[in-house]
């Protein structure tokens, strides 16, 4: 798939008139078609708090709708939770995503329960080897993360979103959050991950935005307004730490990956009407 430095992004006005439009400029239809018998789509539900920590609701839904009306492909809403006190599960309940699976008819998946493969690259220095789900590996995997600074990271967005498929079992220490082996060296930690699996395709959602850190702290002022979407991680990430007033080139693993998974400059922003 080609990874340009291209973005494309929108004024929201509202999921159901903002998505279409957009995703069609984006070509994501074109990016599936040939490539996948699963769509599996990865929101960001880190905790059960309300957006915009997490992902919305109807965000997920209206995308949900829109790959229905274009594509045959199963359709699979999956996430690893990493809260210390509870499962994916119950994220999915209080954030609304148990009942949008039930009225579409489409599945949910924790990834932190999911069977895994178990893969080597010599040549990643934080993880030569990584466990990740299997059904993440042989599916067309969209990201949907939320445009939000981080207080370890820098920022998470789609690169970062990526942790969601890490499984507590080889990346949680001690009693600890479930994936707090990637606290140690995030930045090449989350580097490393995408190596092993970055999204085929982003939908971010910065509308909103939280401007200090993950789970609290203030939102944007006024808020950001917009979605972009695009086949590039590293562009997107890019563009969304710009929106974020931070540069690219102080996030470690955009750093690290621009020029190898994608491209962080020069953007080709392109404004969907």
């Not at 949910?108 to 059904?135: A, G, Q, T, Y």
């Not at 190596?195 to 910065?206: K, N, S, V």
């Not at 996030?251 to 020069?266: D, F, M, Q, T, V």
Request: hydrophobic share 40%; aromatic share 6%.
């Amino acid at each position: 798939m080609e990874r340009s430095g291209t973005v494309y992004f929108t004024e929201f006005q509202s999921w159901k008139q903002s998505l279409g439009p957009l995703l069609d400029a984006s070509g994501l239809v074109e990016g599936i078609e040939g490539n996948a018998g699963i769509i599996l789509i990865k929101p960001n539900l880190v905790e059960a708090l309300a957006p915009p920590i997490t992902t919305p609701v109807g965000l997920i839904e209206s995308l949900v709708i829109y790959l229905k009306e274009k594509t045959d492909s199963r359709i699979i809403i999956g996430e690893g939770s990493g809260a210390m006190n509870y499962e994916t599960w119950h994220s999915f309940q209080e954030m609304g995503y148990t009942d949008l699976a039930r009225s579409l008819d489409i599945e949910l998946v924790d990834l932190n329960e999911e069977e895994l493969v178990h893969i080597r690259k010599n040549e990643c220095r934080r993880w030569p080897e990584m466990h990740l789900p299997r059904l993440a590996m042989e599916s067309f995997l969209i990201s949907v993360p939320v445009l939000k600074a981080h207080s370890l990271a820098g920022v998470t967005l789609t690169l970062k979103n990526m942790m969601g498929l890490a499984p507590p079992s080889h990346y949680r220490q001690g009693s600890s959050w479930k994936k707090s082996a990637f606290h140690k060296g995030i930045q090449d930690a989350v580097a490393d991950l995408n190596r092993y699996r970055t999204p085929d395709f982003t939908l971010l959602d910065a509308t909103v935005g939280m401007s200090q850190a993950h789970l609290w702290g203030p939102t944007c002022e006024p808020p950001v307004n917009r979605l972009a979407a695009g086949r590039d991680p590293v562009a997107i990430d890019s563009y969304g730490t710009g929106l974020l007033k931070r540069d690219w080139k102080n996030i470690g693993h955009i750093r690290s990956l621009n020029g190898e998974l994608g491209k962080a400059e020069p953007l080709n922003v392109v404004q969907v009407n």
